[in-house]
């Protein structure tokens, strides 16, 4: 059962543009968002995490929104450029006993960014 | 300095046989994980250790055995190897207490 669900599979989009990728969850548990950005070739990079306690975190052209009654949580890369082509994948994690910091994955999202 | 590094990069080997895989962290963390990434991207969690116990084993066949000598490094063996393994396999650390995971460059593993 996939616990955490990720669209879209593949985005395009002009340099300059907004990328947006979405996330849902439904294990309530979960209380930790992170999105890695994965180069091909590379091991997937840690790019910006959120917790449930708010609604938006930004750091630099990268920005997460999170809705905890919709569980769902988004990436937004603004002024896209075509060094961000990369896979994208968002995770979910609990902070708590055994299961600390073991993280689900969404199935990944394909961005390429065109000059 | 490489954070989280595994050898080797490549691993082409025939089925039946037995190869490893090691990893080794110098961020001083505790836990260390073996992540799964198949042919469609997908990320998927095998193991588990903190502080060289095993904390997470995952579904996965009994020929996939982890090893911790110690807690900088996790190793990963695998026995008589099937088409079905080829994959890129990650090992990963996180700090005592913090969920922040990360990687190294991953190990392409074909069998052939």
């Known amino acids: 059962q996939q616990q955490v669900k990720q669209s879209p599979q593949s985005l395009i989009v002009q340099k300059g543009g907004i990328s947006i990728i979405n996330c849902a969850y439904e294990n309530t548990a979960f209380d930790y968002f992170p999105w890695y950005q994965q180069f091909p070739g590379k091991g997937p990079a840690l790019l910006i995490a959120?917790?449930?306690?708010?609604s938006e975190k930004k750091e630099g052209r990268f920005t997460i929104s999170f809705n905890k009654s919709a569980k769902q949580f988004s990436l937004h890369i603004m002024d896209s450029q075509p060094g961000d082509s990369a896979t994208y994948f968002c995770?979910?994690?609990?902070?708590?006993?055994?299961?600390?910091?073991?993280?689900?994955f969404g199935r990944g999202t394909q961005l390429t960014v065109w000059p | 300095d490489t954070a989280v590094s595994q050898t080797p990069k490549y691993l082409v080997t025939q089925m039946g046989n037995d190869k490893s895989i090691k990893c080794e962290q110098n961020l001083g963390h505790d836990t260390m994980y073996w992540y799964k990434q198949d042919s469609k991207k997908f990320l998927k969690i095998m193991f588990s250790y903190n502080n060289k116990e095993l904390i997470i084993n995952e579904t996965v066949p009994n020929r996939f055995s982890p090893k911790s000598p110690d807690k900088a490094h996790l190793n990963l063996h695998i026995n008589s190897l099937e088409l079905g393994d080829s994959a890129v396999y990650f090992c990963?650390?996180?700090?005592?207490?913090?969920?922040?995971?990360?990687f190294g460059q991953g190990t392409r593993l074909t069998v052939v």
């Open positions: 959120i917790r449930p306690d708010v």
């Open positions: 995770a979910a994690s609990m902070d708590r006993g055994s299961t600390l910091g073991r993280l689900y």
């Open positions: 990963a650390s996180s700090a005592p207490g913090r969920t922040e995971a990360f």
